[in-house]
């Protein structure tokens, strides 16, 4: 009888580890001191890995890749498919670095130069909803100590956002 209960217990535990809701934020700011957009993204590791590897991008953890700009590059490439800065003033986002945190989440950080914020910008924001089907983003805008938050749906992947 023991050996059963400890066998359901180890199989609950195993499904203690997958979550029915997925989400992904992103803190965006416009920088007017050093005129560029920086962006965080926040998402768990272990969504984005597995990610990853369906894509055939890394084959283990992804901090094994910190130092390798090959991975790097794709996982960059990666990223900007699904999280992009639209604007005639804006040019392109690239990759800085990630930290992995010990609470199971990662931080990814993208910078762009931005030359004038006249026109406001258009913001693609659909990281892993192709890959999971209920995945929701939000992003929050910072620009002069105010703050903006949009929502990021399966129906709704893109949205332009005006300069206050």
Do not use: C, W
């Not at 803190?27 to 984005?48: Q, S």
């Not at 949205?159 to 206050?164: E, G």
């Amino acid at each position: 009888m023991k050996q059963i209960l400890f066998v359901f217990l180890i199989f609950s535990a195993s499904y203690s580890f997958a979550h029915d809701y997925f989400f992904a934020f992103a803190e965006v700011e416009y920088d007017e001191y050093n005129a560029n957009v920086e962006a965080t993204l926040v998402m768990t590791t272990h969504d984005f890995e597995s990610y990853l590897r369906k894509k055939n991008i890394i084959t283990k953890e992804l901090s094994f890749y910190k130092n390798d700009s090959i991975v790097l590059k794709q996982v960059e490439t990666e990223i900007l498919k699904h999280f992009s800065i639209s604007s005639s003033s804006v040019g392109a986002l690239s990759l800085e670095g990630f930290e992995i945190e010990l609470t199971g989440m990662i931080q990814v950080y993208l910078t762009a130069p931005i030359l004038s914020p006249a026109e406001g910008l258009d913001i693609q924001f659909d990281l892993l909803m192709d890959e999971y089907k209920e995945q929701q983003n939000k992003l929050t805008f910072i620009y002069r100590d105010q703050k903006t938050s949009y929502v990021y749906l399966q129906n709704k992947r893109s949205q332009h956002i005006d300069f206050y």
